[in-house]
């Protein structure tokens, strides 16, 4: 528990304002953040237990020219610690990219995160809000977790303006930066724009991934290229009080099974004091993210935490409740329930089937 210790006190002294890390001229940016999450897990098919996590990030950005400009982000997590805990210390570079930028359009190439719509297709940073991708791997996890590591897109992502719609397409690798980890081509074009008080998008996306032959077989899936489609829309409500949004998937699975994410959200805390209430809610069939046998959460397209595919479809509520407690440090509340159509697996090849997560979350900005 000496790591849980030290990097409250380091949190607290910083929230605290003992300390000023972050730093920024003309030309250089240095910033970056904590996370400290504290779980209690109960399971259908597993004993309940404890985890803790931790990740630090350090963003470095270097201006190279009015257009031009460098971005690096290196990661240090451990997926869980205790008072035995097994060896996850690990350190990545999770970002590498150069960005060309022009008043209507940029374009990135290299190692990069980013996420679409409300994330539940294309999320390569933190994943899901409540949910813990983004955290190193650890073999042999009692959650069952194996390469849940910091995925990013190796490739070009290019964004444009076309009147009041925003357009991004991107090329690439989709990369877990494990021995053992996915490296599959992705590569996709949506667009986004204002309709009334909604804004309405669209995406189109592509996946290169191995399935088991016996899952192509029992699923009716295909091994290869797979195309999705996404549609997504959120507004406003109450003089911008409440945010709504909501994204629907289809098409990557030969059954073309399909998925859906809504979520409701009040604003971001700005100010000491300050509450943000959010509810989500997820509904996934068992092919529409494109996920196999594997807990591997670089599988397809989606880095979201994903169920086994023997556990068939499923649905997923969570509830949180974040307060800012000092201009940089915040604290958040979590409750997530899970709904596995087969929740009864206790076969070795099925993945841990979560029933109940409630969590405490410690951020702090530098």
């Given at each position: 528990m000496k790591k849980v210790f030290l990097?409250?006190?380091?949190?607290?002294?910083?929230?605290?304002?003992?300390?000023?890390?972050?730093?920024?001229?003309?030309?250089?940016?240095?910033?970056?953040?904590?996370?400290?999450?504290?779980?209690?897990?109960?399971?259908y098919n597993q004993p309940d237990f404890n985890a803790n996590k931790y990740r630090i990030r350090l963003n470095l950005g270097y201006k190279l020219s009015p257009e031009w400009s460098f971005n690096t982000r290196v990661v240090a997590g451990d997926s869980l610690f205790g008072d035995a805990p097994p060896n996850v210390d690990d350190v990545q570079i999770s970002v590498a990219s150069l960005t060309y930028k022009q008043p209507d359009w940029n374009a990135t190439i290299g190692r990069q995160v980013f996420s679409m719509f409300e994330g539940l297709a294309v999320s390569m940073d933190d994943g899901h809000t409540p949910g813990d991708a983004g955290y190193p791997a650890a073999g042999n996890r009692p959650d069952g977790g194996q390469s849940k590591n910091f995925p990013s897109l190796?490739?070009?992502?290019?964004?444009?303006?076309?009147?009041?719609?925003n357009v991004t397409s991107f090329y690439g690798n989709l990369n877990a930066r494990t021995d053992d980890g996915a490296n599959y081509n992705v590569k996709g074009i949506a667009a986004i724009g204002?309709?009334?008080?909604?804004?309405?998008?669209?995406?189109?996306?592509?996946?290169?991934?191995?399935?088991?032959?016996?899952?192509?077989?029992?699923?009716?899936?295909?091994?290869?290229?797979?195309?999705?489609?996404?549609?997504?829309?959120?507004?406003?409500?109450?003089?911008?009080?409440?945010?709504?949004?909501?994204?629907?998937?289809?098409?990557?699975?030969?059954m073309h099974d399909k998925a859906y994410k809504l979520i409701v959200k009040t604003p971001e805390t700005k100010k000491v004091g300050d509450m943000q209430y959010a509810v989500e809610y997820r509904n996934v069939e068992q092919n529409a993210l494109d996920y196999n046998s594997c807990t591997n959460t670089a599988r397809g397209i989606s880095t979201m935490r994903t169920k086994n595919i023997n556990i068939g479809d499923f649905t997923y509520w969570a509830l949180s409740a974040k307060r800012q407690l000092t201009p940089d440090l915040s604290?958040?509340?979590f409750y997530e329930k899970y709904n596995p159509q087969n929740h009864g697996k206790t076969t070795p090849s099925s993945a841990q089937v979560e029933d109940q997560v409630y969590r405490l979350q410690l951020d702090y900005k530098f």
């Open positions: 990097l409250l006190t380091v949190m607290v002294a910083l929230g605290t304002g003992a300390t000023a890390f972050a730093a920024e001229n003309d030309s250089l940016t240095v910033n970056g953040d904590i996370r400290l999450r504290f779980d209690k897990q109960t399971n190796q490739g070009v992502k290019f964004q444009n303006k076309i009147g009041k719609t204002p309709v009334g008080a909604f804004k309405v998008g669209g995406m189109v996306y592509t996946t290169d991934s191995y399935v088991s032959a016996a899952d192509v077989s029992k699923y009716g899936m295909k091994n290869g290229s797979k195309t999705g489609y996404s549609v997504t829309a959120n507004t406003k409500l109450f003089n911008n009080y409440l945010y709504t949004g909501a994204e629907y998937i289809w098409g990557l699975a030969d604290a958040t509340l």
